[in-house]
């Protein structure tokens, strides 16, 4: 069984970035596909984009390209994503969920984006 | 991409159905079988309930239950129980590359 365990909350400025962690444990992290996914305060989720470690390369939605980066690191299980010139919209809650159907959910990293 | 289209509430009695769409187009929902749904309880992370259009992950109640016709898959939920309430996503693979996905908006599930 597939095991996500996200960094801790984060208070960012406006216009900082932030990246947040994701420990994978159980299956076999090279094979499955990682993806992240938001859900800002009241609102409904949102993939942000995701990378199949195996193959390296990481697939963004349009709405991040250019702000958002995934990366893997094998040797510890670990998936980043790191979001960039942050402003107060971005303040929601951060998923990392593996799976190709999306099986397997972090607990969430709460980002707040604040003067 | 556009996001899908759920309705945004739907409810039902205990022991009753209740059925929630999820319509997109050719480009998501109407062209692959990759479309799956999510239960969400406040305060809590999502959890698959329905993946590849009607596919049940084990340990969820075969209660529930998933169909796609053309651009519009569906959710049921039959004989509804109280903790059946709760938040709905559908979302689809959408194409172009390996990991393309779009969500709905969500519907929000009442039980009377």
């Known amino acids: 069984q597939v095991q996500l365990v996200q960094s801790g909350a984060e208070v960012k400025k406006p216009g900082s970035s932030v990246k947040v962690s994701c420990k994978a444990s159980g299956g076999t992290f090279s094979s499955y596909a990682i993806s992240w996914v938001r859900q800002a305060p009241g609102q409904g989720l949102e993939w942000m984009g995701g990378?199949?470690?195996?193959?390296?390369?990481?697939n963004y939605a349009q709405k991040f390209q250019g702000r958002v980066t995934i990366t893997t690191d094998e040797s510890t299980s670990t998936a980043y994503m790191e979001l960039s010139s942050l402003r107060s919209e971005d303040t929601a809650v951060y998923y990392c969920?593996?799976?190709?159907?999306?099986?397997?959910w972090g607990q969430g990293t709460l980002v707040t984006v604040s003067s | 991409q556009s996001a899908l289209t759920q309705p945004p509430s739907a409810s039902g009695s205990p022991g009753q159905s209740v059925t929630i769409s999820c319509t997109g187009t050719?480009?998501?929902?109407?062209?692959?079988?990759?479309v799956s749904w999510y239960q969400q309880h406040p305060g809590k992370a999502p959890k698959l309930m329905i993946y590849?259009?009607?596919k049940r992950p084990s340990g969820v109640p075969d209660r529930f239950s998933g169909s796609k016709s053309g651009n519009t898959a569906s959710l049921t939920v039959s004989g509804l129980q109280a903790e059946d309430e709760a938040d709905y996503y559908c979302s689809s693979y959408a194409g172009s590359n390996n990991l393309n996905v779009v969500f709905g908006g969500g519907t929000k599930l009442t039980v009377l």
């Open positions: 590849e259009v009607s």
């Open positions: 969920v593996g799976g190709g159907a999306f099986n397997y």
């Open positions: 050719s480009s998501d929902v109407g062209g692959y079988n990759y």
């Open positions: 990378i199949i470690p195996i193959f390296g390369t990481a």
